[in-house]
């Protein structure tokens, strides 16, 4: 494996995370909060699962299980956060987690560290690849209950019925 694997990996981390902040930036205080039902979770729920993810799978990545013995998944689930300002600080403290441990892995490490998560073993791309699922699962949910809660929603990508304009501009675009 290589180097260009992270940097890859890396870019694909921090587009999803402009996803989620895409998002956030259209929400109102209250609608960070919003439930469809007692079942569903809200954006700051989310985030607290997420942050609590990051923390834990990525605070010493290399050398301890990444299932932390001070975590509470359960917990991540309750209503925990309570202001904008709160959920914005988990959410970069769980990227920056995530981000520093990414800068800290060598080609060696890549080619020979297996590291663990409630005890088994992954290789370091196995890992990240697990994770690259996990985050842009929860911002895609992230995302939708933006949607619902948000009355003045833009699209984040390519708007519904723009898909052809979008396509042509692409293509007429010199190849990068």
Request: one cysteine or more; proline letters at 2%.
């Amino acid at each position: 494996m290589t180097k260009g694997y992270l940097e890859s990996a890396k870019a694909q981390f921090k587009h999803y995370k402009s996803i989620g902040e895409k998002t956030f930036d259209q929400l109102k205080d209250d609608d960070f909060f919003w439930q469809y039902n007692e079942e569903s979770n809200s954006v700051a729920i989310i985030v607290n699962h997420i942050w609590g993810n990051m923390m834990s799978r990525w605070t010493d990545f290399l050398t301890t299980d990444g299932e932390k013995e001070w975590r509470k998944r359960d917990e991540e689930f309750e209503i925990a956060i309570t202001t904008k300002e709160e959920l914005l600080t988990k959410w970069n403290q769980g990227w920056d987690c995530l981000f520093i441990a990414l800068d800290s892995i060598t080609e060696e490490d890549l080619n020979t560290t297996t590291v663990y998560i409630r005890n088994e073993g992954h290789s370091i791309l196995e890992a990240i690849n697990r994770q690259l699922a996990h985050y842009p699962y929860h911002i895609g949910q992230i995302v939708f209950i933006g949607k619902m809660a948000s009355m003045n929603w833009s699209a984040l990508t390519i708007p519904k019925g723009n898909s052809m304009a979008h396509n042509t501009e692409m293509f007429t675009k010199p190849k990068q």
